[in-house]
C-alpha cells in the first residue's frame, strides 16, 4: 500500500465529486490487504479502497454543492426486481465504491447522486464515515424482528458486533456481547453493553458478526427453540452445523447482507448519536502504516478513520498494490 499521485477524479451523467472528509478502514479491506482466499480476489490491486465515508459535495447538481453527505457505496442497476422493490443491494449488477470503482481513501471521489445522503444538521463530517458499518447493523437488527424485551447474544465485539448491540439495545433488547478478547469485551463494557468470553443457556436472538464455525455453531445451539439467528460475519465460507437443531427446535437462521437505502437513511440519522470512544482518527497519508497496524491484530480502536489532512495533500492517495 501506497500514497499515489492520481488525476482528479471527473463526474459522469447522474454523479457527484465528494471531498472526503473521513473514510473508515473496514474488516474486508483488511481481509483484502492481508490477501484472505475469496476476499482478496474481490479487491484486486491497484485499486483506491475505501467505502465508509462522508465529505462535502464538490461538484454536482446545485442543489447538493456544499453540502456535508454521507454516501450509500452501493451502485446499482436500478432497473432490476430488486432495486425495483426497494432491496438494491441484491441487485446482480450492483457494484461497491472501494470495490469496483475507485474507493474514498482519497481527497475526492467519484459518487452517484443516488448514493447522497445528507448529514443531520450540527453532525460532525467524520461522524458520517459511521454510517455504513452503522447501516449493516441496522439492516441486521431489522431482519431479526421484534426486539423489544427480548434476549439477545452478538458474537463478535468488533465494530460491527458493538453497531449491532448498540442498535438492538435500541430497539429494547438485552443485549450480551460475545468476544474471546479481553480488550473487546472491555470496551463493551465502557461502552455500557454486557459482556462474556463465552455463550451462557438460551437466547431468543443471536447475530454472528464473525463469520468462523465456532461463532457460527454457537449463534445456533444458544438459540432458543422458535428463535432467529442472524449471520453477517463472513470469514469463513463454508462451516458445517446441525441441521437437526435447526429444524426439530424450528430455529430461523438469515443472512444479513449491506442496507437498503431506508437502513442507510435510518443509520445517517443515527450516526450522530453512536458513542464516539474507541475511534481513532488518523491522518489519509499514515494510512499505509495504520493498514499494517490492524493486520498485525496491535489495534485498541473500535474502528480507524483516515481523514485526508486539508489542501497541501492535493491529489495524493494511497494506493492497494
Ligand atoms: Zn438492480
Not at 125 to 154: I, M, N, T, Y
Not at 156 to 166: E, L, P, Q, S
Not at 281 to 293: C, I, K, R, Y
Request: charged share 20%; glycine share 12%; with cysteine.
Amino acid at each position: 500500500m501506497e500514497m499515489r499521485e492520481v488525476d482528479a477524479p471527473f463526474p459522469g451523467p447522474g454523479e457527484a465529486i465528494v471531498e472526503v472528509a473521513a473514510c473508515g478502514v473496514c474488516g474486508s479491506d483488511l481481509e483484502g490487504y492481508v490477501g484472505t482466499p475469496g476476499m482478496a480476489d474481490r479487491r484486486v490491486p491497484p485499486l483506491l479502497l475505501g467505502h465508509e465515508f462522508a465529505g462535502t459535495v464538490l461538484e454536482g447538481p446545485d442543489e447538493w454543492l456544499g453540502r456535508a453527505v454521507a454516501i450509500h457505496p452501493l451502485v446499482t442497476d436500478g432497473s432490476c426486481r430488486f432495486c425495483r422493490s426497494g432491496r438494491r443491494y441484491l441487485c446482480p449488477n450492483r457494484e461497491l465504491i472501494g470495490l469496483n470503482r475507485p474507493g474514498a481513501l482519497a481527497q475526492q471521489v467519484v459518487v452517484p447522486l443516488s448514493g447522497l445522503h445528507a448529514l443531520p444538521e450540527g453532525v460532525p463530517q467524520w461522524r458520517g464515515a459511521l454510517a455504513e458499518p452503522l447501516a449493516v447493523a441496522v439492516h441486521a437488527v431489522e431482519l431479526a424482528g421484534p426486539l423489544l424485551e427480548r434476549e439477545v447474544l452478538v458474537f463478535g465485539g468488533g465494530a460491527i458486533g458493538f453497531f449491532v448491540a448498540w442498535a438492538a439495545r435500541r430497539a429494547g433488547a438485552k443485549v450480551q456481547v460475545i468476544d474471546i478478547s479481553d480488550t473487546r469485551r472491555e470496551q463493551a463494557a465502557a461502552l455500557g453493553i454486557a459482556s462474556a468470553d463465552a455463550p451462557q443457556g438460551e437466547v431468543d436472538v443471536t447475530f454472528d458478526t464473525v463469520g468462523i464455525e465456532a461463532t457460527r455453531a454457537a449463534a445456533i445451539t444458544h438459540l432458543a427453540p422458535g428463535g432467529t439467528a442472524v449471520f453477517v460475519g463472513l470469514h469463513d465460507d463454508e462451516s458445517p452445523f446441525s441441521f437437526y437443531g435447526l429444524i426439530l427446535q424450528e430455529r430461523q437462521v438469515r443472512g444479513s447482507y449491506c442496507y437498503s437505502d431506508q437502513d442507510f437513511a435510518r443509520a445517517v440519522s443515527l450516526c450522530g448519536e453512536v458513542p464516539d470512544d474507541y475511534i481513532a482518527h488518523v491522518p489519509l497519508q499514515e494510512g499505509a502504516s495504520a493498514f499494517d497496524a490492524l493486520a498485525a491484530g496491535s489495534s485498541e480502536y473500535l474502528k480507524v478513520l483516515l481523514e485526508p489532512d486539508g489542501p497541501s495533500l492535493s491529489e495524493v492517495s494511497p494506493t492497494c498494490t
